[in-house]
């Protein structure tokens, strides 16, 4: 694996500051199990007297022959703890390719035609187009040596003072999953066969939903051939999530403190959904 990176920081205000990065690594001679011994070409009629060798089944093979390609723009604001509060902002574009995301089990599905491994070149399986996540923490100007209400009375001390609010968004454009035949349509030996695509798998004016995520009139199944579908080409649901806590310090003797917290997970109850069955 070689990796590179550039970045560029710039201080302003009071404890604000702002980055933009530029991430890059390629990876070489990347470890693939893939499938040898199988009939070289799609074809009707019994497969075993197509194989190189004829007395040997579908056989695995570690190679180490495939490639990685990832590049990602960041951009961060951060304000670091005054006044009360600390807010981290990330954002992240990214694009990640690959013939197959795993060494081992699942990446063997993805390589559709053993003697053409650039033909399943396409995005990652952890491929992460847009992220965007922002962290804060808020301590509420109420209380004893506050802003609001700073006199030393009970209430302020164990009611209105001490209290601190934090949240974590969580937004991204999801995870691209893979579309295959169960089957051996090529009739070579092996299943991890695509379809062929005849149209867009998200038309203009196209409504996804959970039970209908792409035009499945898009794609056919022509017997005896490679489907030209690509792979890891349409991605799931993206993610929508607000984490959300609120916590109360009351003081207990000289410099120890109680406190009580709250956390709500997903605190508005938004669907994320995942990918449907490919």
């Given at each position: ?64 022959w495939f490639t990685s ?120 030996g092996f299943i991890a ?86």
């Open positions: 694996m070689q990796e590179w990176n550039a970045a560029v920081e710039h201080a302003f205000g009071n404890n604000w500051s702002v980055s933009a990065a530029y991430l890059g690594s390629g990876g070489r001679r990347l470890t693939q199990e893939v499938r040898v011994n199988v009939a070289p070409t799609p074809s009707p009629g019994p497969v075993d007297p197509r194989r190189r060798i004829p007395t040997l089944g579908t056989t695995e093979l570690e190679a180490h390609n990832y590049n990602a723009l960041q951009l961060k604001l951060e304000k670091r703890l005054s006044n009360d509060l600390t807010l981290l902002a990330d954002y992240t574009y990214s694009h990640s390719l690959d013939e197959g995301s795993q060494s081992h089990g699942a990446a063997g599905v993805q390589i559709q035609d053993e003697l053409n491994f650039m033909g399943s070149y396409g995005n990652s399986t952890f491929d992460l187009r847009h992220n965007f996540v922002v962290s804060s923490v808020y301590n509420l100007p109420f209380g004893v040596g506050q802003k609001y209400l700073g006199s030393r009375g009970l209430v302020s001390k164990y009611l209105v003072g001490g209290w601190q609010v934090s949240g974590i968004l969580t937004l991204n454009s999801g995870f691209p999953f893979l579309i295959t035949i169960p089957e051996d349509n090529a009739n070579v066969q695509r379809p062929t695509q005849i149209g867009p798998l998200v038309p203009s004016g196209f409504k996804q939903t959970p039970n209908h995520w792409f035009n499945t009139s898009a794609l056919t199944v022509i017997p005896y051939t490679f489907g030209t579908l690509g792979r890891d080409v349409i991605t799931q649901d993206g993610l929508k999530n607000l984490d959300f806590s609120s916590s109360k310090k009351f003081p207990f003797g000289e410099g120890r403190n109680v406190e009580f917290r709250a956390e709500f997970f997903n605190i508005f109850n938004h669907p994320n959904f995942a990918a449907p069955d490919g």
